[in-house]
């Protein structure tokens, strides 16, 4: 760039203007830097300064700063800064400026007033920046016009920047903003006349056939067809790599700031595969032709507000099967149902579904059944034709590819007989994934807790009773309890035990919610030996999660028989008495496996194991016996929780006197008084038991303490 006269007179000034309001506003430590300050200070000072006369080399500074930029960003008013430094004149050499362009990485949103700077320098003048600049500025705006704080700053711009594609040097670019900020309304004929005409004269620039392209899909009846027949620019992103840098950045920035999370995501746009530098997709993307003037297609839509604001006035596009894959158009028919676009979309689908797997074709099969789970979860249903074309997949699938997407597909499944479904859908799916290991048992696991989890939504939701709905439940149970009772032998683990309760989670909702028990009569209990096994599992946690479950049943039940009115075949309730007394004769009664209380089933472990283990308790001569060797304080997995407990009340007590003596363990009814009479802690034995259940439900095992007030009449009352 040329030198001017008086360089240190009014940007000088200027710039300590700026400086001094920097200074003035003394932004905190988590915004400010210092270092990256002093490096701009110093780029400024030279920029006025020709370079015989700055005594030092400008070069490792610039360097120096864009580094910091790459590792931390650019604050508004460092890149404020910056941005006047690349688009005035000054005395920095080209390779300076344009590795300052390079490293303009904005670390929270850009202003519109900077945008409306950059494109203010751009074109032909003395005092304007190079064209190389000017390119790198281009693209620069290319690469950060998904973090503009405001995309109408873009929008009014639109007649400068469409005046730049005469100049060669700045038209790749320019046609590239172009067509990412294009809507309807800037497509004009005088507009259309002149592409038509620039991309005669230029050979058929890639970059304006891409641009024509834009504007065709907009009013495909005004441009000839052999205009666009040309190689056209993809427009794929300059510099992902750039992006996400910048992505990164402002996340960490976020983050520093404790923002609960950044600029919205922009899902109110309808999806353009093309300019993201895809393919020509099978299916076809939102186009909207025949618009009036006045009306409001859904390629006009910029934001939620818009959206709204429009909702009852926004025309259908003319393919509605775009709805496979377009997420707006999806909202709006999520929001003003048309049972005749999803009926066209699934017939459109299965059609080309079923073409795909009967012949060759270059389409893969993990790309159908991921356009199938878009649709799906879009519209929360998986309609019948669907459904069939899944059952007849089930046929020629290997059960690997794209299982995850299948399974996530099939928790769609709509609520229908059990036995149809497992004939027709569920068997099939278990031949293919059920390959003897436990990892696949896992897989179908998860997928049932997702498929009941999914019916019990429906089921609250729905108003009217569902007369299927207790039959299917019942079954479903009853088909996944073998599926738990297997993998407690092929995966005994604490992971696979969450996840068996995760299922029996849902179950017991079925039996403790008062409306579901008007669709579902609560379904069959989990099996005794699956409810023993976990109980007695070395994780206090997974036996807080039994206990809790226990106890969501009992609560059902009670629901049902008082308010329902539903009644219980039999084997419901002996067995699951037989739970209850069991888990409270471990815990809190201290009879543990017995069998002599009505009800009580003695953990269905034989007598003669138990008569064998309490004549070796009884050999030990530790002062116990069997029967008190679950409870809180000799139980292996909660001991040391009581033990804690009983800590923490000492220290309490020991602020305000002195003991003579602790309590060295473990806790008794006995020990407890003696301690009181030798200058212990007074705490009587029902205190002491009530206090570990609080200290459990303190540390996230409230479930024993649910299932104990649930059960236990004196506790209950407590």
């Known amino acids: 760039m040329s030198a001017f006269s008086n360089p240190n007179n009014g940007r000088s000034r200027?710039?300590?203007?700026?400086?001094?309001?920097?200074?003035?506003?003394?932004?905190?430590?988590?915004?400010?830097?210092?270092?990256?300050?002093?490096?701009?200070?110093?780029?400024?000072?030279?920029?006025?300064?020709?370079?015989?006369?700055?005594?030092?080399?400008?070069?490792?500074?610039?360097?120096?700063?864009?580094?910091?930029?790459?590792?931390?960003?650019?604050?508004?008013?460092?890149?404020?800064?910056?941005?006047?430094?690349?688009?005035?004149?000054?005395?920095?050499?080209?390779?300076?400026?344009?590795?300052?362009?390079?490293?303009?990485?904005?670390?929270?949103?850009?202003?519109?007033?900077?945008?409306?700077?950059?494109?203010?320098?751009?074109?032909?003048?003395?005092?304007?920046?190079?064209?190389?600049?000017?390119?790198?500025?281009?693209?620069?705006?290319?690469?950060?016009?998904?973090?503009?704080?405001?995309?109408?700053?873009?929008?009014?711009?639109?007649?400068?920047?469409?005046?730049?594609?005469?100049?060669?040097?700045?038209?790749?670019?320019?046609?590239?903003?172009?067509?990412?900020i294009t809507r309807r309304r800037h497509v004009r004929p005088h507009r259309i006349q002149a592409l038509l005409l620039l991309s005669r004269q230029t050979g058929n620039d890639p970059a304006l056939i891409g641009l024509l392209r834009v504007y065709k899909d907009y009013y495909p009846e005004i441009i000839v067809g052999d205009a666009t027949r040309g190689k056209a620019s993809a427009f794929n992103h300059p510099d992902s790599q750039w992006r996400e840098r910048v992505d990164e950045i402002q996340r960490a920035h976020a983050q520093r700031r404790a923002l609960h999370s950044e600029t919205p995501l922009d899902a109110f746009r309808v999806a353009r595969y093309r300019l993201k530098g895809m393919k020509d997709p099978t299916i076809p993307e939102v186009h909207t032709s025949h618009a009036k003037e006045n009306s409001i297609t859904l390629e006009e839509i910029e934001s939620v507000d818009s959206f709204v604001k429009n909702l009852e006035k926004i025309e259908l596009p003319n393919q509605l099967v775009a709805i496979l894959r377009d997420p707006l158009l999806q909202k709006l028919l999520f929001l003003r149902p048309q049972a005749q676009a999803h009926l066209r979309a699934c017939h459109w689908l299965s059609s080309y579904a079923q073409d795909m797997v009967a012949v060759d074709s270059e389409v893969h099969l993990i790309d159908i059944i991921n356009t199938l789970r878009s649709y799906v979860t879009a519209t929360k249903a998986l309609p019948p034709i669907l459904l069939a074309f899944l059952r007849e997949l089930m046929n020629t699938w290997d059960g690997v590819e794209g299982r995850e997407v299948i399974l996530e597909i099939l928790t769609y499944t709509p609520l229908a007989d059990f036995g149809e479904l497992y004939t027709n859908i569920l068997q099939l799916l278990e031949r293919r994934i059920l390959n003897g290991t436990s990892h696949s048992q896992l897989q179908v696991l998860e997928f049932y807790t997702s498929l009941l989890r999914r019916w019990i939504v429906h089921w609250v939701s729905s108003d009217k009773k569902l007369t299927e709905a207790s039959e299917t439940a019942a079954r479903l149970v009853a088909h996944v309890n073998s599926l738990c009772l297997t993998l407690m032998q092929t995966s005994p683990s604490m992971s696979t035990?969450?996840?068996?309760?995760?299922?029996?989670?849902?179950?017991?909702?079925?039996?403790?919610?008062?409306?579901?028990?008007?669709?579902?009569?609560?379904?069959?209990?989990?099996?005794?030996?699956?409810?023993?096994?976990?109980?007695?599992?070395?994780?206090p946690l997974t036996a807080s999660r039994v206990c809790s479950v226990v106890a969501k049943y009992k609560e059902g039940f009670q629901i049902a028989m008082a308010v329902a009115n539903i009644d219980y075949t039999p084997r419901h309730i002996p067995e699951f008495n037989g739970f209850l007394m069991d888990i409270c004769n471990c815990l809190w009664r201290q009879r543990a496996l017995s069998d002599e209380d009505t009800n009580a089933k003695g953990c269905i472990i034989p007598r003669s194991v138990v008569e064998d283990l309490s004549s070796y308790i009884a050999s030990l001569s530790m002062g116990g016996s069997l029967a008190g060797l679950f409870s809180f304080s000799y139980s292996p997995i909660f001991s040391l929780f009581a033990i804690s407990f009983l800590r923490q009340v000492e220290d309490e007590v020991e602020e305000n006197e002195v003991l003579v003596i602790n309590h060295a363990g473990p806790v008794t009814k006995a020990t407890l008084k003696t301690l009181a009479d030798r200058g212990g802690v007074n705490l009587s034995w029902d205190d002491y038991r009530r206090g570990v259940l609080d200290y459990l439900e303190n540390r996230g095992m409230g479930g024993v303490e649910h299932l104990l007030s649930s059960t236990i009449a004196t506790l209950r009352r407590k």
């Open 497 to 539: 035990y969450g996840k068996i309760l995760d299922f029996y989670y849902q179950t017991s909702s079925l039996a403790s919610d008062a409306h579901l028990l008007t669709h579902a009569q609560a379904a069959a209990v989990p099996p005794a030996a699956l409810i023993y096994n976990l109980f007695f599992t070395p994780s």
């Open 14 to 180: 200027e710039a300590q203007g700026r400086a001094l309001d920097r200074n003035q506003a003394a932004p905190s430590s988590l915004d400010a830097s210092p270092e990256m300050w002093d490096l701009i200070s110093d780029v400024l000072r030279a920029s006025k300064l020709p370079a015989k006369q700055r005594g030092t080399n400008i070069k490792p500074t610039v360097d120096e700063l864009g580094s910091l930029a790459y590792d931390q960003g650019l604050l508004p008013a460092d890149l404020s800064e910056l941005i006047d430094l690349v688009t005035a004149p000054s005395f920095l050499d080209q390779a300076s400026l344009a590795a300052i362009v390079r490293n303009l990485y904005p670390a929270t949103s850009v202003s519109g007033d900077l945008i409306i700077k950059v494109i203010g320098c751009l074109g032909h003048g003395k005092l304007k920046p190079s064209l190389t600049i000017q390119a790198a500025l281009l693209k620069w705006l290319i690469m950060v016009q998904h973090v503009v704080e405001n995309q109408n700053h873009l929008f009014q711009t639109y007649p400068v920047l469409f005046n730049l594609l005469d100049t060669a040097a700045l038209r790749t670019y320019a046609c590239h903003l172009l067509a990412v």
